[in-house]
């Protein structure tokens, strides 16, 4: 009898509880719901954020190496702002420099132009800036193009001396490509904004350049919090957060009734386990959001390693060497040290192209270029300047003989004969070494001494190597560098 009380109680205790729940479980169910969307959305923005912060790094990163004329319409500069803009990753629209006042210098674009000076888009950036702070504008039109400038500061002897901007075409934007991929349900879509309200990226991308018609949650970002917001003249349901740079925030506006309707009807027990496939789901999103960004990350480094590595050998290409060779003169410089380019060129890769086929001279060179790897320091820089020839930069450098030693094993691994594709191949290499001290000289000097005296190891019989000048004699023209050869 006790027992089958028990059981009556533990019926009527577990049908109280569930009315109960029934009573609390829309309040309930719909405040978890709004805490997921707001995580959601804060995750969301935060990988906004560092979109942002590469765009600025990429800028800053190249606005700081190099030297900079800075005077009006100067064609180095023009030049340097173009080949900058042909191999940015983000901010590949464009580029201009503009005096700290605000006076433009010299620009480049690769569309139809750059908002003028006196574009109000500006405004957001200048103000930043004037505090000392990297940053971004205001969506801009022009030629029927929506973009945005990212500002960074010129740098010279630790002082502010102009402003470098480069610009994103924001219906070609990674952001973009990015952004366009996320949906929720039938009526989800997510945007990004700017300061003044106006689309930066869009699930539709012909929402950019348009005011959102969201007052509260723009309101809220422009004080910058987060949250969820309910328009009930809308009828939309809104999280939203800030990036926390550029007053950009992120928001994901989604009809109300779409958004909590599977939760205000039903049973009790058809809503709980709705609960479960939202919750379900939400974890889906989260892994698939995650997964989709690992795979986009994977999908922007491989895009990266291929805009600066060879694709035979994977070793660095020619612009990659190029600009280490730039920062290298510079650490050089600053700190009185000693640093080496060495050229080669493989002798007699055409008779092997030619006599066994070019797929064993494509495996030649890749075992040379495994060969140079395990002979240089660890941080060395090996690169393949296109077909036969690679270099080396060889920086902090205690004396020379370190480098004519490498030079040396150079020589002679590479003409040590090879199996390859069960044929025997023999090559040879002719090594050109340039020194710098304190970097004084120039990147395109360097690279063209030590091209120079790999030619005239050439002259000399091939294989073997020959030194352009000793760093103490850098003052010497090239045609009376000291010179030195080994067969």
């Keep these: 009898m006790v027992p089958l009380c028990l059981s009556i109680a533990l019926v009527f205790a577990t049908g109280g509880l569930g009315i109960a729940l029934s009573n609390h479980a829309n309040a309930q169910a719909e405040a978890v719901l709004r805490a997921d969307r707001e995580t959601l959305q804060s995750t969301l923005a935060s990988l906004g954020k560092q979109y942002v912060l590469f765009s600025l790094k990429e800028g800053l990163d190249y606005a700081s190496t190099g030297t900079w004329a800075l005077t009006p319409n100067d064609l180095a500069d023009q030049a340097r702002l173009q080949s900058f803009v042909t191999h940015a990753v983000l901010l590949n629209y464009g580029a201009a420099l503009v005096t700290l006042s605000g006076q433009p210098l010299t620009s480049y674009a690769a569309g139809p132009g750059l908002p003028p000076s006196t574009d109000p888009g500006y405004r957001p950036m200048v103000s930043a800036l004037l505090a000392g702070r990297p940053?971004?504008?205001?969506?801009?039109?022009?030629?029927?193009?929506?973009?945005?400038?990212?500002?960074?500061?010129?740098?010279?002897?630790?002082?502010?001396?102009?402003?470098?901007?480069?610009?994103?075409?924001?219906?070609?934007?990674?952001?973009?490509?990015?952004?366009?991929?996320?949906?929720?349900?039938?009526?989800?879509?997510?945007?990004?904004?700017?300061?003044?309200?106006?689309?930066?990226?869009?699930?539709?991308?012909?929402?950019?350049?348009?005011?959102?018609?969201?007052?509260?949650?723009?309101?809220?970002?422009g004080k910058d919090r987060s949250g969820f917001v309910q328009d009930a003249k809308s009828g939309t349901a809104s999280a939203y957060a800030p990036f926390g740079i550029g007053g950009w925030g992120g928001l994901t506006v989604q009809s109300s009734s779409e958004f909590f309707g599977p939760i205000r009807s039903g049973h009790l027990r058809i809503e709980l386990g709705i609960i479960a496939v939202l919750a379900m789901a939400s974890a889906i999103i989260l892994v698939l959001g995650y997964k989709q960004e690992i795979v986009r990350r994977r999908f922007q480094e491989q895009l990266a390693h291929q805009a600066y590595h060879d694709g035979l050998t994977a070793l660095a290409n020619r612009e990659l060497f190029q600009h280490r060779l730039a920062q290298a003169l510079a650490r050089a410089k600053r700190q009185s040290s000693t640093m080496a380019v060495l050229y080669l060129d493989l002798d007699g890769l055409k008779p092997?192209?030619?006599?066994?086929?070019?797929?064993?001279?494509?495996?030649?060179?890749?075992?040379?270029?495994?060969?140079?790897?395990?002979?240089?320091?660890?941080?060395?820089?090996?690169?393949?300047?296109?077909?036969?020839?690679?270099?080396?930069?060889?920086?902090?450098?205690?004396?020379?003989?370190?480098?004519?030693?490498?030079?040396?094993?150079?020589?002679?691994?590479?003409?040590?004969?090879?199996?390859?594709?069960?044929?025997?191949?023999?090559?040879?290499?002719?090594?050109?070494?340039?020194?710098?001290?304190?970097?004084?000289?120039?990147?395109?000097?360097?690279?063209?001494?030590?091209?120079?005296?790999?030619?005239?190891?050439?002259?000399?019989?091939?294989?073997?190597?020959?030194?352009?000048?000793?760093?103490?004699?850098?003052?010497?023209?090239?045609?009376?560098?000291?010179?030195?050869?080994?067969?």
């Excluded at 002979?375 to 270099?391: K, N, Q, S, W, Y």
């Excluded at 352009?468 to 010179?483: I, N």
């Design 352 to 487: 092997v192209n030619d006599s066994e086929g070019h797929e064993i001279g494509d495996a030649l060179l890749v075992h040379v270029a495994n060969r140079l790897l395990g002979i240089v320091r660890t941080e060395d820089t090996v690169a393949r300047m296109g077909g036969d020839e690679f270099a080396i930069l060889m920086e902090d450098l205690d004396d020379t003989s370190g480098v004519i030693s490498i030079a040396s094993r150079i020589v002679e691994v590479v003409s040590t004969p090879v199996v390859l594709n069960e044929r025997r191949v023999r090559g040879s290499v002719s090594v050109g070494i340039a020194f710098s001290h304190s970097g004084r000289n120039d990147a395109e000097t360097l690279l063209r001494d030590a091209d120079l005296a790999m030619y005239r190891a050439k002259e000399s019989g091939k294989n073997g190597y020959m030194v352009a000048y000793d760093p103490a004699k850098l003052s010497v023209p090239v045609s009376s560098h000291s010179e030195s050869m080994q067969h």
């Design 135 to 221: 940053n971004t504008s205001s969506v801009m039109k022009v030629g029927g193009v929506d973009v945005v400038a990212m500002a960074v500061p010129v740098t010279v002897a630790g002082q502010n001396k102009a402003l470098f901007i480069g610009y994103v075409r924001l219906d070609r934007s990674a952001l973009e490509t990015y952004v366009e991929q996320l949906h929720f349900a039938r009526t989800g879509q997510v945007y990004v904004v700017d300061s003044t309200g106006t689309v930066v990226a869009a699930t539709r991308s012909a929402a950019i350049g348009t005011h959102l018609a969201q007052p509260q949650a723009l309101a809220a970002l």
